[in-house]
Nanobody, 126 residues
Framework: QVQVVESGGGLVQAGGSLRLSCTAS????????MGWFRQAPGKEREGVSC????????WYGNFVEGRFTISRDNAKNTVYLQMNSLKPEDTAMYYC???????????????????WGQGTLVTVSS
């Protein structure tokens, strides 16, 4: 019943920007931290960013290096990932997930994520 749907991916040149959106339904949106993961072919899935229930706390993977900003609009059941200064190594399928805690997204603790989207593809050309 829960649906998580990402959008906003596409093809962009290195140095460009994209804004990903993720809309969730079938859950109480503000009960969940919302995270972004990515996975490139041949590589492990990695956490990109996470935002707490009401947006007070955020987390970013080390590779983000200040380039991305996560935000959420609980009235719209939507979380965003603004990605600037994109690099070819950012090329991946990006997934949105609902989580009990951002610690799960950051890998600080182990446990399942509650819901996943189908992904949106980001391709960064050199």
């Amino acid at each position: 019943q829960v649906q998580v749907v990402e959008s906003g991916g596409g093809l962009v040149q290195a140095g460009g920007s994209l804004r990903l959106s993720c809309t969730a339904s079938g859950l109480t949106f503000d009960d969940y931290a919302m995270g972004w993961f990515r996975q490139a072919p041949g590589k492990e899935r990695e956490g990109v960013s996470c935002i707490s229930r009401r947006g007070v706390s955020t987390w970013y993977g080390n590779f983000v290096e200040g380039r991305f900003t996560i935000s959420r609009d609980n009235a719209k059941n939507t979380v965003y990932l603004q990605m600037n200064s994109l690099k070819p190594e950012d090329t991946a399928m990006y997934y949105c997930a609902a989580a009990r805690s951002c610690a799960l997204v950051a890998g600080v603790i182990e446990g399942p994520l509650d819901a996943w989207g189908q992904g949106t593809l980001v391709t960064v050309s050199s």
